[in-house]
Structure formats: structure tokens, C-alpha cells
């Protein structure tokens, strides 16, 4: 009967401490890319003002993950992955050069962002990340030794609630990530500046993320259980 008694108050006391912090637990968000047609388009584009203008391409697919803790008012990405399609890069002397098929992830590690309540059900975030920029084809002429490239970029977008209930909140983001840096002209190798801007619009889904000391008070409810059946 104690052990019983003492199972019992664990479950009780889990209970209370997730009434008691849950206001100050950060939420896990998960978002796609939304492709309703309502949606606008995510593009992804490379300004190389005269030097070729704008090339973009549409995004096929996205997904990130962040950290949202609305009471230190802090936003961080905490995975990221993205595919878009070929660009085409401004060549004086020949054809352009196309990329081939692009995918994005963000390397890990960076600082929390700011997370700002506009107090009207949206939220206003900015971080600073560091993006991999992965091409398919071969653009050593342009000064890139791998298929690869590292994008340090600026965001700000904005999440809108649109249903909250039982701790998980429903909504959809937008969002742009930007910033400049430069490539070597094919022609002459000197370095042709680009802006680089990337447009995403999304849906998440985000859930409390589950409290330290919760979790060590389950688990010692799960010993107690066992304990108990053996």
C-alpha cells in the first residue's frame, strides 16, 4: 500500500509542476513550406546587379524546426533543410552556368535570436545563421574550390497564431533570410558582388517542450512502477 501511495504522488507531483512551469517552458516548432495554392510563392534569389541582374529560382520543398521561448523572448532555429531548383549565373564570356538543383541547411551553433509580441496573435522573430549552400554542378570558375558554400544571413519573420489548445499552437510563418558577399566573374576573375535573398512561407505546428525535472520525476514514476511489478 505505501508503494502504491508513493507511485500515486509521484504522477501527482509531475502533474503540478507542469501547471506550475508551463507558462515558462519554450515550444518546439515544426514548419513546411505551405504549397496551397493561396500561398505565395518561396523563392530564392542572386542580385548580381550589372552584371547580370536577378536570378532566381522557386523552392520546391522546406523545413525547419525552432526554439520559441515567448518569456525570454528568444527565437532559434534548431534544423533547417530547403531544395530549390537550378539558377543560372551570369557568364561574360559564354553561356550562363547553371547551378543545378540547390539544397540549404544551416550549421548549427549559432546564438538565440530576438522574438518580439506584436500583440495582435503574431510574433516578430531575427536571427543571424550561418547557411550551406550546396550546388550540383561544377563552379570552380566562379572562385567555389567545393559544391559547396558558406552564407552568413541576417532573418526576420513572423509567426501568426492561429489556434491555440493544450499546450501545441497552430499557424503559419513567413519569413526571409538575406545578405551580400561575392563571387569571382569568370571572365576577367574579379569579384562580382550579389545579394542573396531567400522568401519562404510555411505552416507550423509547435508543442511544449518537455521540462528537465519533469522528465526526472516520470522516469522516477516508471522505476516505482517497476519496482512495484517486480
Known sequence: ?????????????????AASTASATPYILSAVQDQSQSAPDSTFALDFFGNGGVRDSEISNTTFGME??????TAKFTNYSQQIGSIALPNDSGPDVET???TVSIIPGAEPGRLVDNL?????FETTDTYEITFTNDLSAYGFPG??????????????????????????????W????????????ELMPFHYACDINSVF????????????LLALG???VLRRRS
Request: glycine share 8%.
Open 68 to 73: 520559441i521561448d515567448f518569456d525570454n523572448e
Open 120 to 124: 495582435d496573435g503574431t510574433f516578430t
Open 222 to 224: 516508471a522505476v516505482a
Open 1 to 17: 500500500m505505501k508503494r502504491t501511495r508513493s507511485i500515486f504522488a509521484v504522477a501527482a507531483s509531475v502533474g503540478m509542476l
Open 205 to 216: 505546428n509547435a508543442v511544449l517542450a518537455p521540462e528537465p525535472a519533469s522528465a526526472m
Open 147 to 176: 559544391q559547396s558554400v558558406l552564407l552568413p544571413s541576417s532573418s526576420i519573420g513572423t509567426l501568426t497564431v492561429d489556434a491555440l489548445r493544450d499546450g501545441e499552437i497552430d499557424g503559419t510563418a513567413s519569413m526571409r
Open 178 to 189: 538575406e545578405d551580400s558577399s561575392a563571387m569571382l566573374n569568370p571572365s576577367n576573375g
Open 100 to 102: 543545378g538543383p540547390i
